[in-house]
């Protein structure tokens, strides 16, 4: 390939790779671990970034059940859903949660950071959290994400 020249390469379908990454998310912070995977799920830290295409890679997330908050958030911080029935607004704190499904609190962080339209839903499919040390995706051997 000519290394002068003058066309900017974009990338595409046909020239993305995609790797596999595994974050061990024992200790870490909750909103400082999920910008580090955003940015890997949306293709940031590639030098052929390209905004309107999804050449993201896909993370695999383990021991999500160990992550931390900073402050009193672990206590205080309240998540909002709501059932769809009329009063159905409920609310838990990041204890409850973590005792219940604590994957919801890290797939809940990272959501937010990703971008509200198509392209960034297909970015989130790649993420893959997992409460526990292990996880299935052997087979893709993943490298670890420093």
């Not at 995977?37 to 050449?55: M, Q, S």
């Not at 999500?64 to 607004?89: E, M, S, W």
């Amino acid at each position: 390939m000519n290394t002068l020249s003058y066309k900017t390469q974009s990338a595409n379908a046909s020239t993305v790779e995609r790797k596999w990454h595994v974050i061990d998310a024992e200790g870490e912070v909750v909103g400082r671990l999920a910008s580090r995977i955003a940015r890997v799920l949306r293709g940031k830290h590639k030098p052929d970034y390209t905004p309107h295409f999804d050449n993201g890679d896909h993370v695999i997330v383990i021991n999500a059940d160990k992550v931390r908050f900073t402050g009193q958030k672990f206590n205080n911080k309240i998540y909002l859903r709501h059932t769809g029935y009329p009063g159905g607004q409920r609310q838990a704190t990041p204890r409850q949660l973590l005792a219940r499904k604590p994957e919801l609190v890290l797939e809940h962080a990272i959501k937010g950071m990703m971008p509200k339209t198509k392209l960034g839903r297909a970015q989130y499919r790649k993420l893959h959290v997992y409460a526990g040390a292990e996880h299935p995706h052997a087979a893709q051997q993943p490298q670890e994400l420093k």
